[in-house]
């Protein structure tokens, strides 16, 4: 169980499915990725894409918070029903939840964000993938980020555009950027 942390939402609890194949952002790691975000975004402005969703977890921040476009990809179709059915218990109408490869819808997208949020399964091993089709489609707006949630222990920074690493408890988040952000 997580729960919102911030926003008009927050402090609701979100009870995925036991069955759901997901390991959700932690309410800690949550909660630090998103006072690093307050520095850089208003969030009512924003255009977010949540890769491998899961839960819908991150997405639910970005929504209580004002964000007012929220795509959320997952290939699991359990998944998707789960972050559709959350999205209407929070009357949240302003969300597309896609179910595809998330590799396979960057192939494909050519949609400008703001922000990429992507929380991949922690055995996976395309990083260097995802960030070549994020930027080769040119996918963030000029002044975008994607961020890459993966275990600590794995080292990202030698991947192009990559800006900076935090790290909280066994979670890092690795920031990309185009052009230098801080």
């Known amino acids: 169980m997580t ?5 008009s939402f927050r402090g609701k609890q979100i ?6 194949p997901v390991r959700p952002t932690t309410d800690f790691a ?4 998103f006072n690093i975000l307050n520095n850089h975004y208003y969030f009512d402005e924003i255009k977010v894409l949540d890769l491998f969703a899961g839960t819908g977890n991150v997405s639910y921040e970005f929504a209580s918070r004002g964000c007012p476009d929220v795509t959320c990809v997952d290939k699991n179709p359990a998944c998707l029903r789960f972050i559709r ?24 997208e050519f949609a400008e964000y703001d922000l990429i949020f992507t929380d991949p399964p922690y055995d996976f091993e395309a990083y260097e993938s995802l960030v070549e089709r994020v930027f080769l489609n040119h996918l ?17 920074n030698e991947l192009p555009h990559f800006q900076k690493f935090r790290k909280y408890g066994n979670v890092g988040f ?9």
Do not use: W
């Open 140 to 156: 963030l707006k000029e002044e975008g980020m994607l961020i890459i949630e993966h275990q600590a222990r794995v080292k990202l």
């Open 15 to 20: 009870r995925a499915p036991r069955n759901l």
């Open 3 to 7: 729960r919102i942390i911030s926003g």
């Open 30 to 33: 949550k909660e630090s990725l």
């Open 85 to 108: 059915k959350t999205f209407e218990q929070l009357q949240y109408q302003t969300y597309s939840a896609v179910q595809s490869d998330c590799l396979e819808y960057l192939k494909r």
């Open 174 to 182: 690795s920031f990309f950027a185009a052009e230098e952000t801080e």
